[in-house]
């Protein structure tokens, strides 16, 4: 169809290789947001204990599966207006805003209310950027080279989410040891209050640096009417997708695996700290195998190499079973363990969005982006409740081996799948 010049960017403004300012002005974006994030995460559930709130796992259960299902639908949501209204980056910007701004309520909050209301916040503005970022990055990215730029946004996230927990932690042990506070949530309101300057950094580097192509508004989309013309193999893609995320548990749930392992052997407080250590194994190979696969699946083709990834993530579902079948307290097996879930995360995270630009132009894109983030946001959701439940009223054992089933179906659909024509 004969674009309008409205529509088009001249020649010298299409991006010129891959690793060009908005690839890295998103990397570094990421790298602030998570370092953000992930330090008010990690100092979260001890705010929750010193304040005494009842129940706090059960609650920070809620919290979290709540959150979880507003970020899934808010990207749908916002990548559909995105099309529709030709315009992205402001909508980023606003979304990392909101992101960093709610670290603010938990630190003014005495219970969990204003908690909830910061976690829905947070989730919200990760909804809206998420997809949005993910269409922007695609459209600023040659063809070949998806798989390289998807990998080193990834690496720098993973980068930011490696730095945040320690730096909560640190900086919470430095407030506990050093100072005396009357009031035990103080120390935690500090880090809280402090995790605002990397948010707010990462607000005014995608502001900066992130370049959006231009796009006429086409505001005779309609909502389902977009759905539809949806390319059939990227609903096929949505599948596959959808299979392997039934049974893509959260990492959390890794970790009380290697703590209930080695517990009988090390205790309960050394197995809950090295399996910590453990889960930041875990990031460190993700972070540092993001480029490289991005790298490898440009030359192989990312649907194989992806493939391959959710074969790795079933692998790390089925010896996790066979660990919980022999009661085995190898430290070895679960280094083993968690360094194949930092492959597969790293595969994962890095080509699924490569592959959904593989599958769809770019009129289209941020709807694209936002039905997966919804799809993996479901499937978040139901992986996680399916292994722990299947743990609580069965055995760890069932839990594991369903989502072993579950992603190795994934990985049989994923290679089924075949890109448009390019």
């Given at each position: 169809?004969?674009?309008?010049?409205?529509?088009?960017?001249?020649?010298?403004?299409?991006?010129?290789?891959?690793?060009?300012?908005?690839?890295?002005?998103?990397?570094?974006?990421?790298?602030?947001?998570?370092?953000?994030?992930?330090?008010?995460?990690?100092?979260?559930?001890?705010?929750?204990?010193?304040?005494?709130?009842?129940?706090?796992?059960?609650?920070?259960?809620?919290?979290?599966?709540?959150?979880?299902?507003?970020?899934?639908?808010?990207?749908?949501?916002?990548?559909?207006?995105?099309?529709?209204?030709?315009?992205?980056?402001?909508?980023?910007?606003?979304?990392?805003?909101?992101?960093?701004?709610?670290?603010?309520?938990?630190?003014?909050?005495?219970?969990?209310?204003?908690?909830?209301?910061?976690?829905?916040?947070?989730?919200?503005?990760?909804?809206?950027?998420?997809?949005?970022r993910d269409a922007i990055l695609s459209d600023?990215?040659?063809?070949?080279?998806?798989?390289?730029?998807?990998?080193?946004?990834?690496?720098?996230?993973?980068?930011?989410?490696?730095?945040?927990?320690?730096?909560?932690?640190?900086?919470?042990?430095?407030?506990?040891?050093?100072?005396?506070?009357?009031?035990?949530?103080?120390?935690?309101?500090?880090?809280?209050?402090?995790?605002?300057?990397?948010?707010?950094?990462?607000?005014?580097?995608?502001?900066?640096?992130?370049?959006?192509?231009?796009?006429?508004?086409?505001?005779?989309?309609?909502?389902?009417?977009?759905?539809?013309?949806?390319?059939?193999?990227?609903?096929?893609?949505?599948?596959?997708?959808?299979?392997?995320?039934?049974?893509?548990?959260?990492?959390?749930?890794?970790?009380?695996?290697?703590?209930?392992?080695?517990?009988?052997?090390?205790?309960?407080?050394?197995?809950?700290?090295?399996?910590?250590?453990?889960?930041?194994?875990?990031?460190?190979?993700?972070?540092?195998?993001?480029?490289?696969?991005?790298?490898?699946?440009?030359?192989?083709?990312?649907?194989?190499?992806?493939?391959?990834?959710?074969?790795?993530?079933?692998?790390?579902?089925?010896?996790?079973?066979?660990?919980?079948?022999?009661?085995?307290?190898?430290?070895?097996?679960?280094?083993?363990?968690?360094?194949?879930a930092g492959l597969y995360i790293a595969i994962?995270?890095?080509?699924?969005?490569?592959?959904?630009?593989?599958?769809?132009?770019?009129?289209?894109?941020?709807?694209?982006?936002?039905?997966?983030?919804?799809?993996?946001?479901?499937?978040?959701?139901?992986?996680?409740?399916?292994?722990?439940?299947?743990?609580?009223?069965?055995?760890?054992?069932?839990?594991?081996?369903?989502?072993?089933?579950?992603?190795?179906?994934?990985?049989?659909?994923?290679?089924?799948?075949?890109?448009?024509?390019?």
């Amino acid at each position: 169809m004969p674009q309008d010049e409205t529509t088009t960017e001249s020649r010298s403004d299409k991006p010129q290789g891959w690793l060009n300012r908005t690839v890295v002005g998103a990397g570094i974006t990421s790298a602030l947001g998570d370092v953000s994030h992930e330090s008010a995460t990690t100092v979260l559930p001890g705010f929750l204990a010193v304040l005494g709130i009842p129940a706090a796992p059960a609650v920070l259960g809620v919290i979290e599966g709540v959150s979880d299902a507003t970020a899934s639908f808010t990207k749908l949501g916002a990548g559909f207006f995105s099309d529709r209204l030709g315009r992205r980056k402001p909508f980023v910007v606003i979304g990392y805003a909101l992101t960093a701004s709610a670290q603010a309520l938990y630190a003014l909050a005495f219970g969990w209310p204003l908690i909830l209301m910061g976690r829905l916040l947070g989730w919200f503005g990760r909804g809206i950027r998420g997809p949005l970022r993910d269409a922007i990055l695609s459209d600023a990215i040659p063809e070949g080279a998806r798989g390289r730029a998807f990998g080193f946004h990834r690496a720098a996230d993973t980068l930011g989410a490696i730095i945040g927990p320690l730096l909560g932690a640190g900086l919470l042990t430095v407030l506990q040891t050093q100072f005396a506070f009357q009031d035990l949530s103080t120390p935690f309101r500090i880090v809280f209050w402090c995790t605002l300057i990397p948010g707010f950094l990462s607000v005014l580097a995608f502001a900066l640096l992130v370049r959006e192509q231009e796009r006429t508004p086409n505001t005779t989309l309609k909502f389902w009417a977009t759905i539809r013309q949806l390319p059939i193999g990227f609903r096929r893609y949505l599948i596959a997708v959808g299979l392997f995320g039934l049974g893509d548990f959260a990492p959390t749930l890794l970790i009380l695996a290697a703590t209930q392992l080695l517990t009988s052997a090390w205790g309960v407080v050394a197995a809950a700290q090295v399996a910590a250590g453990l889960y930041v194994w875990r990031n460190v190979i993700y972070a540092a195998a993001s480029f490289p696969v991005g790298w490898l699946a440009d030359r192989m083709g990312h649907r194989p190499v992806l493939a391959v990834g959710y074969l790795l993530g079933a692998l790390t579902a089925l010896l996790t079973t066979i660990a919980f079948a022999t009661e085995c307290q190898s430290l070895l097996l679960l280094v083993v363990i968690f360094t194949i879930a930092g492959l597969y995360i790293a595969i994962e995270d890095s080509l699924e969005g490569a592959m959904t630009a593989d599958f769809v132009p770019t009129e289209y894109r941020g709807t694209a982006y936002g039905v997966l983030g919804s799809v993996n946001g479901i499937g978040d959701f139901v992986a996680s409740s399916l292994v722990g439940i299947l743990w609580a009223v069965v055995t760890p054992v069932a839990g594991f081996a369903a989502a072993t089933v579950l992603m190795g179906l994934g990985a049989l659909a994923i290679a089924g799948t075949r890109p448009r024509a390019q």
